[in-house]
């Protein structure tokens, strides 16, 4: 196995670990991040995913839009927890997500590019994601610890992000859940 895959794949299993016991930080991209807050995405009263936030120590607590600007190491771990979620419906949601936060002024040409990445993909009750930003590296995609591919640039990263803790958020009670308000 590729020594790039397992670091990976520990770094996900690590963050995994963050959720489980916020109290510990881990480092990514030779930095510690901690948790921030985390949050649940409901809609029509039902439970869809739990998402964390993590960050550097010194952005912990920092305004929305410091996370979303700064060029430093974090994390968005999302665990699936309902089976009405499938690919194209997660897919779909990215991309709506995605095309809001370029309304809100965070724009990024790499859409398709991470739609693509789920062509292989099948979601199911259980299933977690990481996206994970280490600058001068970008974005990493993982799903159940495997890595579905990295953007680069922290152009995406802004963008992506966005869609979580950007002015206008897929949910505004899971917005204030991740910056731990």
């Known amino acids: 196995m590729k020594k790039s895959v397992i670091l990976k794949s520990t770094m996900a299993a690590l963050l995994a670990l963050l959720v489980a016991f916020p109290a510990f930080s881990v480092k990514l991209g030779n930095k510690e991040v901690v948790a921030n807050g985390s949050g649940t995405r409901t809609k029509f ?3 869809l995913y739990n998402a964390t936030l993590f960050v550097p120590q010194e952005l912990k607590g920092a305004a929305d839009s410091a996370i979303i600007n700064a060029d430093e ?3 968005i771990y999302i665990n699936i927890v309902s089976g009405m979620i499938s690919k194209d419906k997660f897919v779909d949601a990215v991309s709506e997500g995605l095309d809001k936060a370029a309304s809100a002024g965070y724009s990024s040409g790499d859409k398709q590019t991470y ?3 789920f062509k292989d993909v099948t979601i199911v009750k259980g299933d977690k994601f990481n996206h994970y930003y280490i ?3 970008g974005l990493t995609i ?3 610890n495997k890595t579905l591919g990295v953007i680069k640039g922290v152009q995406f990263k802004k963008a992506f992000f966005a869609i979580f803790i950007g002015p206008k958020p897929v949910q505004d009670s899971l917005k204030k859940g991740l910056l731990g308000q």
């Open 45 to 47: 009263g039902m439970t």
């Open 73 to 75: 190491p974090m994390s």
């Open 115 to 117: 739609i693509n990445l």
């Open 135 to 137: 600058p001068g590296q």
């Open 142 to 144: 993982t799903h159940n």
